[in-house]
């Protein structure tokens, strides 16, 4: 019964609705981002990013939280914007475990972020909302005369 209450007011997309994506890309073979050998464009790919920074909660550096999530990827914008060798600085930064950034190297991580997740999260974009039905009638909303 909850079931149903929870999704009354929600209706299947059927056209955006799909099975299963076959996936027939031939993986290339390159290798896992590793902080032993950190190329300069890991710093621009969320994915490596990502993979990077489990390496260094793993290492004890920091602990796994989405805010140092957010402020390793800020730190890999900052190195990108100011390092002559950004690679060569986020090593440097993160192997002291400095996560040093500025507001707008923070603002450009968010956005690469919420743009990476926007693009790879498939969830639930079949199932939509259900509109209103619209009342032609104008007394559906009737409106106090002052």
Known sequence: ME????FANMEIDWQRLNGPRIVREVQSPTPEPSL???QP???SSIPALRTLYD?????GLFTDSEANFVS???TAAYCRR????PAALFVYLVNKAELTS???DEDRAIRELKEWRTNTSRTKDWLVMKRPAVQAAASAFPRKRY
């Open 72 to 74: 390793f990827i800020s």
């Open 55 to 59: 390496q260094a909660v793993r290492y």
């Open 3 to 6: 079931i149903k209450r929870l």
């Open 41 to 43: 464009k890991d710093l």
């Open 82 to 85: 100011v390092g002559e060798n």
């Open 36 to 38: 032993r050998n950190i």
């Open 102 to 104: 500025a507001l707008q």
